[in-house]
Antibody
Framework: DVQLVESGGGLVKPGGSLRLSCAAS????????MNWVRQAPGKGLEWVSS????????YYADSVKGRFTISRDNAKNSLYLQMNSLRAEDTAVYYC???????????WGQGTLVTVSS | QSVLTQPPSVSAAPGQKVTISCSRS????????VSWYQHLPGTAPKLLIY???KRPSGIPDRFSGSKSGTSATLGITGLQTGDEADYYC???????????FGGGTKLTVL
């Protein structure tokens, strides 16, 4: 079975940094593009970032560009999100999601909560 | 502001049918693939429909997707209390090089 397990969330002060991880299993990780999607409290889903299977193509939402960095380690079946210069508005549950067919997020993890507060 | 627009809420009685629309703000939705997701807060979002009208294995045929003109539609028949959730349309927008989601629709089964 496909499994995606996020970790690394927590409480951080504004301006601080955090690194999220997503451990993948049950599929050939190196064959799929992966994404991060977040949901702020009381808000809807917001796409954050995407990375292609070989890391050749990387995209970011305007709201995180220049502050967040997505990466992956295909040897470790892991996806990462380095988050710097965090702001209160980055407070959210962060989900990793696998991409199927270029347009569909077919499997999602349970999410990890990031709280940015002083 | 979402590129895809959904109604904030819909409601219907158990056993009835409900539809949720998803329209694209900037252009015709006809040239993109739309997916639909069911989300209960605190849980992993679940794929219900992909490529406009396809169901992944394990998704009952009570759930259907369609697309026409300027909008896509999720249909749910035989409503059950367990269907109460937030529903999102989404896609990868090649013109933006970005993932996009609708604002979400809260379904209440009265």
């Amino acid at each position: 079975d496909v499994q995606l397990v996020e970790s690394g969330g927590g409480l951080v002060k504004p301006g601080g940094s955090l690194r999220l991880s997503c451990a993948a299993s049950g599929f050939t990780f190196s064959s799929y593009s992966m994404n991060w999607v977040r949901q702020a409290p009381g808000k809807g889903l917001e796409w954050v970032s995407s990375i292609s299977s070989s890391s050749s193509y990387i995209y970011y939402a305007d709201s995180v560009k220049g502050r967040f960095t997505i990466s992956r380690d295909n040897a470790k079946n892991s996806l990462y999100l380095q988050m710097n210069s965090l702001r209160a508005e980055d407070t959210a549950v962060y989900y990793c999601a696998r991409v199927m067919g270029g347009t569909t997020f077919d499997y999602w993890g349970q999410g990890t909560l990031v709280t940015v507060s002083s | 502001q979402s590129v895809l627009t959904q109604p904030p809420s819909v409601s219907a009685a158990p056993g009835q049918k409900v539809t949720i629309s998803c329209s694209r703000s900037s252009s015709n939705i006809g040239n993109i693939y739309v997916s639909w997701y069911q989300h209960l807060p605190g849980t992993a979002p679940k794929l219900l429909i992909y490529e406009n009208d396809k169901r992944p294995s394990g998704i009952p045929d009570r759930f259907s997707g369609s697309k026409s003109g300027t909008s896509a539609t999720l249909g749910i028949t035989g409503l059950q209390t367990g269907d109460e959730a937030d529903y999102y349309c989404g896609t990868w927008d090649s013109s933006l090089s970005a993932g996009v989601f609708g604002g979400g629709t809260k379904l209440t089964v009265l």
